[in-house]
């Protein structure tokens, strides 16, 4: 009987890399809880625990969402929508600045304690050093702060500031919001950036418009995003 080669990335866990895999895509890709999780899992005959299941998306979440990354480099496009939202992590409040881009893909995620030019600056200059250049145009709402940074990061940058215009970038917070209520909250700053960190590269993945496309075309992008999902998670080696 022909034995099938356990990849090295999934050395040392007793669970089939198929398991896993699954585990950490139902978690990132759906606003299940590390419990609702475990349920899915049970209901399939897999008995494991929800402490396993977020380890393995702490562990492996990282890795493929790094990977999401480095493939989808050079491919998102050259129109920036900026936008800040406020969480309360342990009764303070933080800022969650989000960065997306024309089609609704998120380019970058940062977690700050202000919400001022210094870190609008922050965010900039994150952005410019992980898509390696300049957007087109830039679009944020009135915070002044946006074009304050814009002036000293990216002076040649065409700059919209209007509040209606911003409504992409103020959806891309909408399935963390989910995830906070679902979490009952983030527990810390380092948290809610680790979180956003693994989360959003997997969320690219599978942002797939529904409305714009036909319903075929819609069911090859959908294959496509889940043979991707299958080379990065390295569960196609036998």
């Known amino acids: 009987m022909t034995q099938t080669v356990r990849d090295p990335l999934y050395r040392r866990h007793r669970f089939p890399a198929e398991v896993i895999a699954h585990a950490v895509w139902l978690y990132l890709r759906f606003p299940l809880s ?3 999780v475990e349920d899915v899992l049970a209901a399939r005959g897999i008995i494991v625990s929800h ?16 990977e999401i990354r480095r493939k989808s480099e050079g491919r998102l496009g050259d129109k ?19 960065a997306v881009d024309q089609d ?3 380019l970058d995620v940062l977690v700050q304690s202000r919400r001022n030019t210094k870190a609008a600056k922050r965010l900039m200059r994150k952005l410019l050093k992980g898509q390696g250049h300049t957007p087109r145009v830039m679009i944020t ?4 702060s946006y074009g304050a940074a814009k002036r000293e990061i990216m002076p040649g940058v065409e700059h919209r500031s209007h509040k209606g215009l911003n409504n992409r970038a103020e959806n891309s917070h909408q399935p963390t919001r989910r995830r906070e209520r ?4 983030f527990k810390s700053t380092r948290h809610l950036q680790r979180f956003v960190s693994i989360h959003d590269p997997v969320a690219n993945l599978f942002h797939i418009p529904r409305h714009d ?10 294959t496509a995003a889940m043979q991707m ?7 196609q080696t036998a």
């Open 182 to 185: 679902v979490m009952k909250g």
């Open 51 to 66: 402490q396993t299941v977020r380890l393995w998306a702490e562990k492996f979440g990282r890795l493929f969402a790094n």
């Open 229 to 235: 999902w299958s080379e990065i998670a390295r569960l």
């Open 213 to 222: 496309i036909p319903s075929d075309h819609h069911r090859e992008l959908r």
């Open 34 to 36: 590390l419990s609702m």
């Open 104 to 106: 609704g893909f998120v």
């Open 141 to 144: 709402d009135k915070l002044r």
């Open 80 to 98: 920036w929508y900026l936008d800040e939202v406020v969480i309360s992590i342990g009764g303070k409040k933080q800022w969650l600045w989000r």
